[in-house]
């Protein structure tokens, strides 16, 4: 018997079948809205079963063509749904039909792309802006050692010099700060713990800093071990330290205690104007930077991003307290080296505080 064209029982079948394996969340829904079909990728998409999405109201506008939802989710959140919606006819009932695709994760990576864009594209400003000054600087004071024709006295010379390498340590600085953000960035907060003893680190530090080093005051055990990362904790203390040096007064008291037998703290505290309280919320945040101290101080807004960044990625935290009286002091919360028999206690729960 010839072929008449007509879909059969078979075909119909096949149909299903389709339907039913498709990835995409199928529905068949009235014109009253009521979904009256459904396949399992729809069950699994809406997070309910056949039986309870069947005869329930579709909730959204059935509008033929493509549109992007919000589907809210039982258990709460919400899926990103891409939705195709056709109409059919079925035994003459109208039916529209939506095949809907879960699109969460590709809308957060689109996001997450953007976000890094604009990261990237700040970071570039501020460093064109951070940069230009400083090589200005250089330039014209290496145009003027170079020029032939200028008599400088050795004072002036050596004014030029230093000047020189204040400028050229200023953007090795900043440099290391941007290099710090996109190295975070791009693999996240990662930290090598290891054993630390405390005050060796702390002097060698502020060894680094030689020339400011009489205005600073150390108090530290000699027993005190840390367990943190070691490049990261001298990145902590060299931006809490330059933060003090730029926005506060000396003496820059410079404290390490143990807190308890897990965590130990460091603390940093100023004797300047302290940090003016409705900026206190932004400190920690990346290119933030208090009104009016760009004329203070030259900055990038990364330091102290970098320093709870670093912490949290070392199981610590890093926070500011104001200082009764005047001065700004901020705090390092990290861990402890485990005991010499190599046991360690469970992380505590609770804030920086704990």
């Given at each position: ?63 033929t063509g493509e549109t992007t939802i919000d589907l809210m989710l039982p258990e709460g959140g919400t899926r990103v749904v891409e939705m195709r919606v056709t109409t059919a006819l079925l035994e003459d009932r109208k039916l529209y039909v ?106 060698e530090r502020l060894g680094d800093i030689v020339e400011r080093a009489d205005e600073v005051r150390l108090t530290c055990p000699a027993d005190l071990v840390a367990q943190v990362d070691r490049a990261a904790f001298a990145e902590m203390l ?48 990346r290119f933030s930077r208090a009104p009016g101290t760009e004329r203070q101080s030259e900055g990038t807004g990364l330091g102290l991003w970098v320093v709870r960044s670093l912490a949290r990625a070392n199981r610590g935290d890093a926070w ?35």
């Open positions: 018997m010839a072929d008449s064209g007509r879909p059969g029982a078979d075909d119909d079948h096949l149909h299903q079948v389709v339907v039913a394996v498709a990835a995409d969340g199928i529905l068949a829904v009235d014109e009253d809205g009521r979904v009256v079909l459904c396949n399992p990728a729809a069950e699994e998409l809406f997070r309910r079963p056949a039986d309870r999405l069947v005869g329930s109201d579709f909730g959204f506008p059935l509008v939506a095949a809907l695709r879960d699109i969460t994760r590709r809308r957060q990576t689109e996001r997450a792309l953007k976000a890094a864009l604009e990261r990237q594209n700040v970071i570039v400003a501020v460093a064109a802006h951070q940069l230009h000054n400083p090589l200005a600087t250089i330039a014209v004071l290496v145009d003027l050692l170079r020029d032939t024709r200028a008599v400088l006295p050795d004072k002036k010379r050596d004014e030029a010099v230093e000047r020189i390498a204040e400028r050229t340590a200023h953007l090795q600085n900043l440099v290391r700060k941007l290099l710090t953000a996109a190295r975070l960035d791009a693999a996240g907060p990662h930290a090598a713990p290891e054993r630390i003893p405390v005050l060796p680190f702390l002097v060299a931006n809490i330290l330059e933060n003090a040096f730029a926005y506060g007064r000396p003496p820059i008291e410079v404290r390490a205690a143990a807190k308890d037998r897990q965590w130990l703290r460091v603390s940093v505290r100023d004797h300047g104007d302290g940090v003016p309280e409705d900026f206190v919320p932004h400190l920690f945040k500011y307290e104001p200082v009764p009286g005047g001065g700004a002091c901020f705090r390092l919360r990290l861990p402890r080296a485990p005991a010499g028999d190599g046991s360690r206690g469970a992380d505590p729960a609770g804030g920086p505080h704990a």
